[in-house]
């Protein structure tokens, strides 16, 4: 149980997390959602340990986290975040058992049984092929994997997974989330952006706006059009699809407005006592798309605006005429300017080389 108590954090001045208390039941899975820049990151960098708190306590198993030592912690959580581990020469196995290394004496080597673990947790993350490719020729995608591999070796249970969906396509992304929460001896929270991969996967929910806690509980209860909207500011709407909650979003009010801005057509202003003729050859003009090159007869087209007067008898016609008339074409003037050491693995595990000790105890210091 991982427990979370009035934490309070701030870089310099501005505070980032203010007051933040929740509970992560034994065995449940918790996502922690919320707009980019809420502070679910840095919440998360704090309860392993990467970040110290301003106020507040967070506790695993009712032992405050600043009381555990390294190894100590390391047997208890393991962590996936946000940041890649740099590109050394070591393969994917080596990489995957490295998650043995608190289990494993400081002068002793990884044993037969850690080389199984770290094998078997490769085939889960389907990725158990990759195991002796060098891990910095990895794409975004296969190296989350191999990272989540690497915690699920670590056997803690406890599980924080920053963003892990980051990189995997759709297939990928749903049977990683499948997988975790199979997880049921782990406590798992985990940062999510997809709303409706979190109406799935997740027990409860955590939502985070401008560092507090917006809603917090069930799924159903705190994905609801009245809580999410105040805090993404776009519309939601609630609906049910292979047995599990979706939400659908639209623009928000401001690209609406925006939009229907766009689209109005615009307005011709007319000075007052305006003959209705000039009201007509207004109304004429701006029915006219930007990219026609007709347009109305004035002065500034250099056409002389006042028509032959016409005889007499023939008033009515004639100005029935004139409203008739299509306006003449004029043909616009051309603008003036132009437009702009690697692990063998067998059936039975992955047999490291003699430079896996020295990696994994490079890594333990």
């Known amino acids: 149980m991982i427990t979370i108590e009035q934490v309070r954090f701030g870089y310099g001045a501005r505070i980032t997390l203010d007051d933040i208390s929740f509970r992560a039941e034994p065995g449940s899975t918790v996502g922690l959602i919320g707009p980019n820049g809420s502070g679910k990151s840095t919440l998360l960098r704090l309860l392993y340990r990467a970040l110290r708190p301003a106020g507040g306590t967070i506790t695993i198993d009712a032992t405050p986290v600043g009381t555990l030592r390294g190894r100590d912690l390391a047997t208890r959580l393991a962590v996936v975040a946000q940041e890649s581990p740099p590109d050394t020469p070591i393969t994917v196995a080596e990489t995957v058992l490295l ?32 195991a002796d490719r060098p891990f910095a020729t990895l794409s975004g995608g296969e190296r989350q994997r191999v990272l989540i591999a690497r915690a699920l070796a670590q056997q803690a249970d406890h599980l924080l997974l920053d963003e892990p969906t980051n990189h995997l396509d759709i297939r990928y992304q749903h049977e990683l989330l499948s997988l975790v929460r199979g997880l049921d001896k782990t406590t798992t929270i985990v940062v999510l952006h997809d709303l409706n991969l979190a109406a799935r996967y997740c027990d409860h929910l955590v939502l985070l706006d401008n560092g507090r806690v917006a809603a917090a509980g069930r799924v ?69 798309s930007a990219g026609e090159a007709r347009h109305d007869v004035g002065p500034q087209a250099g056409v002389d605006p006042s ?29 003036d300017h132009a437009p702009g050491g690697s692990a063998e693995l067998t059936d039975d595990g992955p047999v490291g080389s003699s430079s896996t000790t020295d990696t994994r105890e490079a890594a333990t210091r």
């Not at 608190?102 to 092929?129: C, E, H």
């Open 307 to 335: 028509p032959a007067a016409p005889t007499s008898g023939d008033s009515t016609e004639a100005t029935a005429g004139d409203t008739a008339r299509p306006p003449a074409e004029i043909h616009p003037a051309p603008a």
């Open 99 to 130: 998650g043995r290394a608190p289990w494993v004496g400081a002068f002793q080597g990884y044993s037969r049984a850690d080389r199984i673990t770290a094998a078997a947790a490769l085939a889960r993350v389907g990725a158990r092929d990759l």
């Open 220 to 288: 159903d209860e705190v994905l609801t059009p009245e809580t999410l909207e105040p805090v993404y500011r776009i519309p939601v709407r609630r609906t049910t699809a292979f047995g599990a909650t979706q939400l659908l979003f639209g623009p928000s009010d401001d690209a609406d407005q925006h939009h229907d801005a766009a689209d109005e057509p615009p307005q011709a202003t007319i000075p007052p006592g305006a003959s209705p003729r000039a009201r007509t050859s207004s109304r004429s003009t701006t029915s006219l």
